[in-house]
């Protein structure tokens, strides 16, 4: 196949996965474990079967393709997740998963073109749940695969309407006993979700650390009571002090004017959210990041330290539970460097980086030798319908991941 070709076969599977759960704004909504999600994962499983891979689920529903060239030998993986946020974007995850697919398809025919055999195999995975909007945290599959969630937590967490991650998974098919392949590398293609590589017209980012990321649950507790007959001295009223508390945390980053602190207030439930009724307790899910891992904490303890104030004025009382997070870490240079010689080979430009949003990578870094890329995004818009990258750019980040692929099957990163 040429150039050419690999490229348009890669669009027309890159149009059809984005019919799953597609949007009438363009973008798709297939939250983990969705009617939605178990469509998309069927039709991966057959185009990989079709390309003589063979498909496995563990039991938190990663999705494992497996394409046996030495047999016995470890596995390069390679991949990311397939599920989005609501109203989410086409790019984000998906990308990644199909990139990889044929990313490790090509790399294998080149193997065979070649008549030689490569030191490892190569498997494509679908980590499962890594938007965390379903069912929280986010990065699930790959947390337990990396050994940093129990199984049985994960597998019992459940969504909003109380539905389990097991019985999501079940309903849709994808939950199985397999144990996972034994990986001697790991590789990650991603949309930047940033305006980095677009502002300065580069083509790949090399992922050389991340942010750091911390997530709460916090709660605010009132009393239930009539929004006309309760006079205003009486009320403990959760949503003014959940109120106070959105404002707090957006505080925090306003103040930080030298280091980047990026703050939300991302998800809140009321109770009982009535017309008439003064809210008796409100659920937020706080998440705080930032490149200064010192920074980060400071603003934690800034933001516990405005708690007492806002119980007092509100009359409510609040508790907080950190639920998630990560710190800023590196990828290993030898794949930073590995990647850059490829992307120079194929005549790409590239430029380090740092991830700002997590990713199935920044687990699977901690447990084997693992290389991110970015392409851009258009104007950084993500979580988003409008989230885009041009074919061009998502078409050279695959080339790029099929001969990242194709050196470490070689062992590339095993010296390093
Ligand atoms: C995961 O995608 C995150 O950035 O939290
Ligand atoms: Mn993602
Ligand atoms: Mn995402």
Same mark, same amino acid.
Request: aromatic share 0%; charged share 0%; glycine share 0%.
């Given at each position: 196949m040429t150039s050419l070709d690999h490229d348009k076969a890669f669009l027309a599977d890159f149009a059809t996965l984005s019919q799953f759960g597609e949007t009438r704004g363009g973008g798709v909504e297939r939250q983990a474990a969705t009617a939605a999600d178990g469509e998309q994962r069927a039709w991966l499983h057959q185009w990989l079967t079709d390309r003589g891979a063979e498909v496995h689920y563990d039991g938190v529903g990663n999705q494992f393709g497996l394409f046996t060239v030495t047999p016995g030998a470890p596995y390069v993986l390679s991949g990311s997740h397939l599920d989005s946020q609501p109203l989410g974007g086409r790019y984000d995850g998906a990308y990644g998963v199909l990139a990889s697919a044929h990313a490790a398809h090509r790399a294998v025919r080149q193997w065979a073109t070649a008549g030689s055999s490569p030191r490892y195999n190569v498997a494509v995975v679908n980590w499962f749940n890594e938007e965390g909007s379903r069912f929280k945290p986010s990065m699930m599959g790959s947390s337990v695969f990396t050994g940093k969630l129990p199984a049985e937590t994960a597998l019992a967490t459940t969504d909003p309407a109380g539905t389990t991650v097991e019985d999501a998974l079940r309903a849709i098919g994808t939950i199985g006993d397999y144990e996972g392949p034994d990986v001697a590398a790991y590789a990650e293609i991603h949309i930047e979700q940033g305006r980095g590589l677009e502002n300065e017209d580069t083509t790949i980012g090399l992922v050389d650390s991340t942010w750091a990321a911390r997530k709460y649950q916090v709660v605010v507790r009132g009393d239930q009571s009539h929004t006309g007959s309760t006079i205003m001295a009486d009320r403990r009223d959760a949503l003014l002090g959940a109120s106070l508390l959105v404002v707090a945390v957006r505080e925090l980053a306003e103040e930080s004017t030298q280091t980047p602190l990026h703050t939300s207030v991302s998800e809140m439930t009321i109770? /009982?959210?009535? /017309?008439?009724v003064v809210a008796r307790e409100v659920r937020l899910h706080v998440d705080l990041r930032s490149p200064d891992e010192a920074l980060l904490d400071a603003a934690a303890k800034k933001l516990a330290g405005t708690i007492p104030g806002i119980e007092e004025r509100a009359s409510v009382s609040i508790e907080q539970v950190q639920t998630h997070g990560w710190g800023v870490a590196p990828f290993p240079a030898a794949g930073v460097e590995l990647a850059a010689q490829a992307a120079d080979d194929l005549g790409l430009s590239h430029q380090n980086v740092m991830t700002v949003a997590g990713h199935d990578s920044v687990n699977m870094k901690d447990v084997a030798p693992s290389i991110m890329l970015f392409v851009p995004s258009v104007e950084g818009i993500s979580h988003n319908e409008g989230e885009f990258t041009h074919d061009q750019d998502v078409c050279a980040g695959t080339d790029l991941l099929t001969e990242v692929l194709h050196r470490l099957m070689s062992g590339a990163m095993d010296s390093r």
């Open positions: 109770l /009982p959210n009535s /017309p008439v």
